[in-house]
Nanobody, 127 residues
Framework: QVQLVESGGGLVQAGGTLRLSCAAS????????TAWFRQAPGQEREIVAALTWSGDITHYSDSAKGRFTISRDATKITVYLQMSNLKADDSAVYYC????????????????????WGQGTQVTVSS
């Protein structure tokens, strides 16, 4: 497992932008699949975006497509989630996750595929 620390959450008005960061502690995640999930009060955790270990294949939920971008920096230590045109429905705690391998039957969009999780960062979008 790898330690992950999220940052960048906060309060933003609808239509605004935020960039979340997920830093791996003490090691690179160049060989890890990574993803962002979110969980709103009373709701199940849901996938937002995923990035394969190669860094060049991305997957997005329908709600994130066209508005959010997942990326990894050149040092391969930090993963980002750039969010734009934010909506009130995007309000949630956002979690970063990583795993060195993915069960093919589950895929990168399944929370059960990941064995390392951050503590989460709160995003609140005011309408």
């Amino acid at each position: 497992q790898v330690q992950l620390v999220e940052s960048g959450g906060g309060l933003v008005q609808a239509g605004g932008t935020l960039r979340l960061s997920c830093a791996a502690s003490g090691r690179t995640i160049s060989m890890y699949h990574t993803a962002w999930f979110r969980q709103a009060p009373g709701q199940e955790r849901e996938i937002v975006a995923a990035l394969t270990w190669s860094g060049d294949i991305t997957h997005y939920s329908d709600s994130a497509k066209g508005r959010f971008t997942i990326s990894r920096d050149a040092t391969k230590i930090t993963v980002y989630l750039q969010m734009s045109n934010l909506k009130a429905d995007d309000s949630a705690v956002y979690y970063c996750a990583a795993s060195p391998w993915i069960v093919p039957a589950r895929g990168v969009m399944d929370a059960l595929s990941y064995d390392s999780w951050g503590q989460g960062t709160q995003v609140t979008v005011s309408s």
